[in-house]
């Protein structure tokens, strides 16, 4: 086998990041392979448009699927986004025998076992470091270097757009409206911020990563998912008298045979390391039997990060190719055959503490009130703050639980939300705290 | 081809460890690979001690040569340790054509191109995870995730006894002695410590490292060491007050085309998540085109840790043998005739901030005579602390430089301590701070 050629579907940023690094380290990948990975064809619905990148002649198409039927091409890069077309052309570059690249994670998380299902039956490598913690090499770790150990839990901060607000709104103090839309005048935000503040994206990256670690089949909707648009100021300055910092974090354990998969805002210690990633930084922290814990830093998203780790996909394969080992990993860690059907525990099932905020009416008994609620769910207060600033006639009550249910938790507070002396619907955020 | 078969030499802490996971995870190995890795043969001195596994019958042997020389066992384990007999060993199995996993750097950094050499002439691969950072993915992330990066830094704390020295000293302000005596009583330090304190295990693993990223030769005698028994309370209450922590660090770095390769206590800002990596831990962060930055942490050392990295080469080397795939990549990231020879500067060529404590006796007119050496060097100042605190009639001084040239800083400072007003030898530590 002589060179590899490549082709790119879709050019925007990361696309236009990937040729680039494919263009300017054209030697540099030489010297990593052995051969040059020759990048053929771009489809792109522009072709006008200057990406401040010398193509070749003729390189620049519109229709994508002259690139998956060109039977010169090798490894397809999939970085069209979304979810009809792009499976579309994935499958079909499957069925013309092709390696695929992809870094489509809502595909990835709600379509995957087609995919992975449909690269086995022919044969073929179907890559994605890309789709979960740009650049950092998660997919990598779990598929290869953690090949000896059981997964035991993964924590991560996988939305640079949400850590991005979050650090805003802590070290400034301001709303998440302002927080939000300096995101969007920075361009770290979408007009439509929907997905990424919703916690959606990083819902599909928890799925594609527990299904990598704990070899099972990816289900998107039994993912608890929970944005951070109703975080306020208020609740990240008591955090942080707790010794708390607010993050939304992504959450996945395997506990007895069980999975937890879930995305919320969640209280960590200041002191731990998760704590001090700001900004658009993401982090995961990996536990396993073996390692104890390991933890990847680096940009989860952005042009050339995100293209790094396409082109790191593309190396495997290109190698894969070079040596006849395509197959050589299997897509999720384990052998197909040896992929489960894992239960995933039901939000209601999660035991874990909380940080309860109540507005109430500054009046004796009321303390009382609310912590018989919780008593009798069988909720047990760790500590109480009340704080005497005002507001509307109200003061705020602040609670930290020991290890509770999230169903006698939700029960507790609807029944404390319907005092006469609680002036608000009470808020609830989970606190991680390995400490307790 | 259908099990494979691995020997391993020597069964001390982490060639146990190894030996544990492939026993107890036999199964999980089998669905990572799809087939079984049998631990075939086991050499040690000692085959009486219980290690709290069970051997089958006959594995355990203590003539280590029998196990390169067993024509059924496909990989080699070298968990010897030290520079003759597991050299010997590891060319005697790669003369045989098998595949060797090591984790020995002291062998690797001062006579890893004679292996390197050894295996690329006899086409079998030789793996290293192991050898620098414990579990954390240090090699593999540099040789295939940043395939497509040109790596233009790496900066780390290898060390894990190091760092729990430093932040003892700095949590409870006790002396070095102290720190020390405790890591030996916790089992982090050795009876005899120089190999870590003095920072030449640091070196090692920066040697291989460097080789690695840069895909060059290098000579471990060309990295400045610099260990931290000399580093003092004081200096850290100091470093405290100006926002910086004092680390261990392997710092490397390409500028200019020629490499930055040194270990020495160094001054890093509180902030920096370096900063935050306390006791044991070890994190590593790496610069390089494309990514921007990248952190590693986890355990560096201990028997688990390390040998959850060994097994992950085991795991890659079956692959390979299981798809024909030996040499798929090349020992140092880049292809053998790609390495170069990139020239290492010599540590008077650096420039870098620094940290001064002089000892003077309070009189007017010693700030002046220091300042005075310094400025007639082009050092230039950017801050001057002066304490009020007595000790022998002296006080410290201290003072934080712009951007200097270590030769001009040596000199300098020799000149200053032949001065009559200052009592004893000037304490110098390098800072590493990208803000200024």
Redesign the interface.
């Known amino acids: 086998m002589g060179e590899i050629n490549v082709g790119l579907l879709g050019c925007g940023t990361v696309g236009t990041?990937v040729a680039r690094?494919l263009i300017e380290?054209r030697e540099?990948?030489r010297?990593?392979?052995?051969t040059y990975i020759n990048l053929k064809r771009v489809a792109d619905i522009d072709i006008q448009r200057d990406r401040g990148l010398q193509f070749d002649e003729g390189v620049l198409i519109t229709d994508a699927y002259q690139v998956v039927n060109d039977p010169s091409i090798d490894i397809i890069i999939e970085m069209i986004g979304g979810e009809s077309i792009a499976k579309d052309l994935i499958l079909k570059a499957i069925e013309n025998g092709k390696q695929v690249v992809t870094a489509n994670k809502a595909l990835l998380a709600s379509q995957g076992q087609t995919l992975i299902r449909a690269a086995a039956a022919k044969g073929v490598d179907l890559a994605f470091?890309a789709s979960v913690g740009g650049?950092?090499?998660i997919v990598?770790?779990l598929r290869?270097?953690?090949?000896?150990?059981?997964i035991e839990s993964m924590i991560g901060i996988l939305n640079g757009t949400c850590n991005y607000i979050l650090t805003k709104i802590t070290d400034e103090g301001c709303p998440f409206e302002t927080a939000l839309a300096e995101a969007q005048a920075q361009g770290y935000a979408e007009a439509d911020p929907t997905l990424d503040i919703e916690g959606l994206d990083t819902a599909h990256k928890i799925a594609i990563l527990a299904a990598l670690g704990y070899?099972m089949e990816i289900n998107l909707k039994d993912v608890y998912t929970e944005g951070i648009s109703r975080i306020k100021p208020l609740d990240i300055e008591f955090a942080d008298q707790f010794g708390y910092k607010i993050k939304l974090l992504a959450i996945s354990k395997i506990i007895d045979q069980a999975v937890e998969a879930r995305v919320h805002p969640t209280m960590i210690p200041s002191?731990d390391?998760l704590s001090?990633?700001s900004g658009t930084l993401n982090?995961i922290t990996i536990r396993?039997?073996?390692?104890?814990?390991?933890?990847?830093?680096?940009?989860g998203a952005?042009m050339?990060?995100t293209?790094?780790?396409v082109?790191?996909d593309?190396?495997?394969l290109a190698?894969?190719l070079?040596?006849?080992?395509i197959?050589?990993?299997?897509t999720l860690?384990?052998?197909t055959s040896?992929i489960k059907k894992i239960p995933v525990l039901a939000m209601d099932e999660i035991r874990t503490h909380y940080y309860f905020r109540f507005e109430a009416l500054d009046r004796p008994g009321v303390l009382s009130k609310i912590s018989g609620i919780l008593g009798r769910y069988g909720i047990s207060i760790q500590s109480v703050h009340q704080k005497g600033r005002k507001s509307n006639g109200s003061v705020p009550v602040v609670m930290l639980t020991h290890r509770a249910k999230e169903a006698d938790v939700r029960k507790a507070l609807t029944e404390i939300s319907g005092l006469d002396v609680v002036s608000a619907q009470p808020v609830l955020i989970r606190i991680e705290d390995e400490r307790e």
């Not at 290869?144 to 059981?150: C, D, I, K, R, V």
């Open positions: 990041g690094i380290n540099l990948l010297t990593r392979i052995g470091e650049c950092m090499p990598k770790t290869e270097s953690l090949a000896g150990n059981h070899g002191h390391l001090n990633v982090a396993a039997d073996a390692v104890g814990e390991i933890l990847l830093y680096g940009h952005g050339m990060p293209a790094s780790a082109v790191s593309i190396v495997d190698r894969n070079l040596f006849g080992s197959g050589r990993i299997p860690s384990s052998q040896h």
